[in-house]
């Protein structure tokens, strides 16, 4: 629950789809343990009731789908517990990414670290065109560690995937537009709802079944052993004393 008593992910539906919404705006939707369970539980729940046809995810606010992990939760982890925290989201995102429903990710504002790792392993996403995207985390002594060193890689290109990743850049949705990764054409903020349904409404066209079908063939084949090479390898960084030193320097920044 937030610090007003609601659920870190609010749950709504919408004609044949459930919008799960990432409810921590004041933290920009930073992914803690318990915002993680919850979007488990709504998951589970969306994919379990046969009237949803789409799972749709947004962020709480206007700022941010979301900002990437709650770094309060990696400060002073070994590489054990580190490589539990991560697993624990490789987990998840794993699940999302081999749903047997289209799960679409709908960003409006900033997507780093582990929220653009989030909509990265949503088989679809929209953007509107002030949303940003980037994987920082080499510039904190950190690597990706959701899966995105595999995910954006695959979604933009070895060389793009590596610029972002190594330099810190972020990509712009038109950016995002052109590397072929978003379902439609940036749109302005009020008009992402609507663009949700048009496509939701496109997805729903087909008939359930071979849509669970495409998406088993497309997405059951998806190698697991670099994702769990990339956990392995980020709980390294996390718990070395780069990483460690580079999540108190951002922490301090933040707290400013």
Do not use: C, H, I, K
């Given at each position: 629950m937030t610090e007003h008593g609601e659920p870190l992910v609010r749950t709504a539906g919408v004609g044949s789809s459930t919008w799960l919404t990432l409810n921590r705006p004041a933290s920009l939707n930073a992914l803690n343990a318990q915002l993680l369970d919850e979007l488990e539980a709504g998951l589970e729940r969306a994919?379990?009731?046969?009237?949803?046809?789409?799972?749709?995810?947004?962020?709480?606010?206007?700022?941010?789908?979301?900002?990437?992990?709650?770094?309060?939760?990696?400060?002073g982890l070994d590489s054990a517990a580190a490589l539990a925290v991560l697993s624990r989201g490789h987990r998840l995102f794993r699940r999302i990414e081999s749903a047997p429903k289209p799960v679409v990710a709908a960003v409006d504002g900033y997507a780093l670290g582990g929220g653009f790792e989030l909509a990265l392993s949503c088989h679809l996403m929209v953007a509107t065109q002030r949303a940003r995207f980037g994987l920082p985390e080499a510039t904190l002594g950190l690597i990706p560690g959701y899966g995105g060193t595999q995910r954006l890689t695959e979604a933009v290109g070895r060389r793009l995937a590596l610029q972002v990743m190594l330099t810190g850049a972020k990509l712009t949705a038109q950016q995002m537009w052109e590397a072929g990764v978003l379902a439609a054409a940036p749109v302005e903020p009020e008009a992402l709802a609507d663009t949700v349904d048009t496509l939701v409404h496109e997805l729903t066209r087909a008939g359930a079944d071979a849509t669970r079908a495409v998406l088993a063939a497309v997405v059951g084949s998806t190698p697991t052993l670099p994702l769990a090479n990339e956990a392995g390898l980020g709980a390294i960084a996390i718990s070395s004393d780069a990483g460690q030193a580079g999540i108190r320097a951002f922490r301090e920044r933040s707290a400013k």
């Open positions: 994919l379990a009731d046969p009237a949803v046809r789409v799972v749709v995810l947004v962020g709480a606010g206007d700022r941010a789908f979301s900002a990437g992990a709650d770094l309060d939760e990696l400060t």
